[in-house]
């Protein structure tokens, strides 16, 4: 079992960066795919990026490649996505999960966070 619990969500302006955190909590963490989702108010939950147990591969939607960094330290339990450069279009509410393996499809995740929410205005 695994409990994630997503930080650092906020209001910023655009061209604004924040990080975001995942704790969580559970001595098989390291064993985990990790990745990260997000979903604006009336669409489907998206695929942002995910990251191997080892942290040795990363992958990215291409909406984010370029301004998103997916990272992980296994020694705290946490998973971060520094974000850059954002966009309106980054508002959403951002969810942590974990897996067996990486995968831009949500149903692959064992376990999700609650979501922490993300507003770039104008």
């Known amino acids: 079992q695994v409990q994630l619990v997503e930080s650092g969500g906020g209001l910023v302006q655009a061209g604004g960066s924040l990080r975001l955190a995942c704790a969580a909590s559970?001595?098989?963490?390291?064993?985990?795919?990790m990745g990260w989702f997000r979903q604006a108010p009336g669409k489907e939950r998206d695929f942002v990026a995910a990251?191997?147990?080892?942290?040795?591969?990363?992958y990215y939607a291409d909406s984010v490649k370029g301004r998103f960094t997916i990272s992980r330290d296994n020694a705290k339990n946490t998973v971060y996505l520094q974000m850059n450069s954002l966009k309106p279009e980054d508002t959403a509410v951002y969810y942590c999960?974990?897996?067996?393996?990486?995968?831009?499809?949500?149903?692959?995740?064992?376990?999700w966070g609650q979501g922490t929410q993300v507003t770039v205005s104008s």
């Open positions: 999960a974990a897996g067996t393996r990486p995968s831009i499809v949500v149903r692959t995740y064992d376990y």
């Open positions: 559970g001595r098989t963490f390291s064993s985990y795919a």
């Open positions: 990251i191997t147990w080892s942290g040795g591969s990363t």
